[in-house]
């Protein structure tokens, strides 16, 4: 970890707020290397640490060390450091999807979307300008933001180009094939023959399974 991933993660930082949680495990290795865990002093302070990484302070925790007080999480603010290419289509990976829903009018919707917890809308902002385009969203109840681009034009020039030129490399990327042969279809206005929506639904059953 010391010799391979800080580094690494050092010198390409993560941008959604798990880099929240990595500076503090990261200070929490570096203790550990130090062997100052073996102290009292050391121990309390990495404790501290953990109430603010991931899910927080167990209740288990609490009852072992009753007089600690977990270190309350900071606020997520993304960093200046401009969106990689290649990031984008990692991120991806994890956390967008691509979708598509045949309305019972017969419409064909087509979405290139991310979903993320409430505490990460100013990445989705940083991803909208990367883009160019698209629409943030809540839920109504503001503890999930989506990030969404459902313009055909804006998914065929942006959204296509995009991942043609920074492959997907993992279990995603059949579906974005799939995913991509329905806006090619829509792209020449296929989806309004009876023959396209056809082709467009057998393609449906296969995306996301």
């Known amino acids: 970890m010391l010799n391979i991933l800080i580094p690494h993660l050092d010198k390409f930082p993560l941008q959604s707020a798990k880099m929240i949680d ?11 290397a130090n062997k100052e865990h073996l102290t009292q002093e050391g121990l309390e302070k990495i404790i501290t640490l953990k109430g603010s990484i991931n899910r927080g302070f167990p209740d288990k925790l609490k009852e072992s060390f009753p007089n600690i007080t977990p ?5 997520y603010t993304p960093s200046g450091v ?7 289509s990692g991120f991806t990976e994890g956390d967008a999807s691509f979708s598509v829903s045949m309305k019972s009018s017969g419409r064909v919707v087509a979405v290139y979307s ?18 160019g385009t698209g629409n943030i969203n809540k839920t109504p109840n503001n503890k999930a933001v989506y990030f ?5 034009n804006d998914i065929n020039l942006i959204i296509i ?22 806006i090619s279809i829509m792209k020449v206005k ?13 393609l449906i059953e296969n995306l996301n399974k």
Not at 71 to 75: D, E, G, Q
Not at 190 to 202: D, R, T, Y
């Open 22 to 32: 990595y500076n503090q495990w990261k200070i929490c290795t570096l203790l550990i």
């Open 148 to 152: 969404q681009i459902t313009a055909i």
């Open 161 to 182: 180009k995009h991942f043609d030129s920074y492959t997907l490399l993992g279990a995603k990327l059949p579906n974005y094939l799939i995913w991509r042969e329905i």
């Open 114 to 131: 991310i979903g993320l917890n409430e505490r990460e809308e100013p990445l989705l902002i940083k991803i909208r300008s990367f883009f």
């Open 190 to 202: 296929g989806h309004l023959s009876l023959e396209g929506k056809m082709k467009i639904k057998s």
């Open 71 to 75: 270190m309350i999480r900071p606020n």
């Open 82 to 88: 401009p969106l990689n290419p290649y990031w984008i």
